[in-house]
């Protein structure tokens, strides 16, 4: 593997200082790489990812994108380090028009340079297109995440990190999301992938890491720990052995 991007070093965080969900976490994520975090339910992913993210607190240990601490990074900041954050719910404004949703997400970009962005970020999301005027609560649960990542990328991060895309979608809106996940990073974005899905996910990505008990347990290659049988006694409440 490439040198990493992202690196999460021995990261301890909850919603309490007193009460951590997530312990001693290590993990990495190279530059145009997807790596995806599994794990069954109350494992602490999407605290790991709250986390990496700023929206939690970390106790203990490090993050660093690309060389530089970002450890408790304030929001306002994440677009300017080059990490995008697209959460479960409350992604997208639908009370807005995707247009306007669009041009919200590139208000930081200078007029002529937003306007191609948005006019890329409909090439590249097509189904979006034809409800541009739209608002955006009519939109599917699949083009709702579409529409979230389309607002992600307006700012060109390096990392994009998602909490539960498929989260709701059709079986055949799982697929569709995952493919144009797989197509982004074939563009050089690095994609950290919280996902329920497991199976799914780990078709698409290039490592996965899984969590039991706010704990690191397995990681490698998905295509490998997509048939080892210690990822299904970990999601049976067998924790397995750390490695």
Sequence with gaps: MSAALLSVAG????????????????????????????????????????????????????????????????TYRMAEAGIAYVPQTENIFSTLTVDENLRVGAQPLPKPEARERIAEAYRTFPDLDPFRRQKAGVLSGGQRQMLAVARALLTQPRLIMLDEPSAGLAPKMVDEVFSRLAGLVKTGVAILMVEQNAKA???ISDRTYVLAEGANRLDGPSARLLDDPEVAEIYLGRAGRKV
């Design 201 to 203: 996910a780990m078709q």
């Design 11 to 74: 990261v301890t965080a909850g919603y309490q200082p007193d009460l951590p969900i997530i312990r001693d976490i290590s993990m990495s994520v190279a530059a145009g790489e997807l790596v995806t975090i599994i794990g069954p339910n109350g494992a602490g992913k999407s605290t790991l990812i709250k986390a990496i993210a700023g929206q939690l607190r970390i106790t203990s240990g490090r993050v660093t994108l690309d060389g530089a601490d970002i450890t408790n990074i304030a």
